[in-house]
Nanobody, 121 residues
Framework: EVQLVESGGGLVQPGESLRLSCVAS????????IGWFRQAPGKEREGVSC????????YYRDSVLGRFTISSDNAKATVYLQMNDLSPDDTAVYYC??????????????WGQGIQVTVSS
């Protein structure tokens, strides 16, 4: 059974940082991509960032470029999302997803349970 388990969410103030983690188990990574989507209240789920575990190529949606960094520890089957300079617009439930392609959910076969990130003063 494939499991993607997220951790690291919470409540922070604008300008602060959080690091999300996603541990994958039971997944063969036949597709080397993994990453993060998010869904804000009343909005559709959107791709945030994806990474290729084989060569480290990383992809970001424009609104997080320069603030978020995705990385992967292949030995630990873990992907991270370092989120800096958070704003209230980043408030959402964040989902780990594999495979991962920004702009579409159609390729995703496995989802994490989701973790809340709230940015508020």
């Amino acid at each position: 059974e494939v499991q993607l388990v997220e951790s690291g969410g919470g409540l922070v103030q604008p300008g602060e940082s959080l690091r999300l983690s996603c541990v994958a188990s039971g997944y063969t990574f036949d597709d080397p991509t993994i990453g993060w989507f998010r869904q804000a209240p009343g909005k559709e789920r959107e791709g945030v960032s994806c990474i290729r575990r084989d060569d480290g190529s990383a992809y970001y949606r424009d609104s997080v470029l320069g603030r978020f960094t995705i990385s992967s520890d292949n030995a630990k089957a873990t992907v991270y999302l370092q989120m800096n300079d958070l704003s209230p617009d980043d408030t959402a439930v964040y989902y780990c997803a594999a495979p991962c392609l920004l702009g579409t959910e159609e390729l995703v076969r496995h989802w994490g349970q989701g973790i809340q990130v709230t940015v508020s003063s």
